[in-house]
Nanobody
């Protein structure tokens, strides 16, 4: 079992930045690929970014490519999502996700084994 706890969400103006963190505990963190998803009110949960077990392969949704960066520190059992140039459309609850999915492509919700509880990100115009 892996427990995931997100932090770093909040309210920011359009054009601003936030860094989300996801701390993992339980089974060996470095054995899992990690990802971030988000869910806006009234919408389905959607893929944002993924990173493979050693951080060598990352993949982003087109909507965040060039603005968001996913990274991980296996020594700290933590994965990060640096979000720059935020837009009001980025407003959502952001979820950390872990699983054995491969790197280099979009990850489906059903491929995720572990979810965090979510952290709210609100971008004001």
């Amino acid at each position: 079992q892996v427990q995931l706890v997100e932090s770093g969400g909040g309210l920011v103006q359009a054009g601003g930045s936030l860094r989300l963190s996801c701390a993992a505990s339980g089974r060996t963190f470095s054995g899992y690929a990690m990802g971030w998803f988000r869910q806006a009110p009234g919408k389905e949960r959607e893929f944002v970014a993924s990173i493979n077990w050693n951080g060598g392969i990352t993949y982003y949704a087109d909507s965040v490519k060039g603005r968001f960066t996913i990274s991980r520190d296996n020594a700290k059992n933590t994965v990060y999502l640096q979000m720059n140039s935020l837009k009001p459309d980025d407003t959502a609850v952001y979820y950390c996700a872990g699983g054995r999915f491969p790197g280099g492509r979009r990850v489906g919700i059903r491929e995720v084994d572990y979810w965090g509880q979510g952290t709210q990100v609100t971008v004001s115009s």
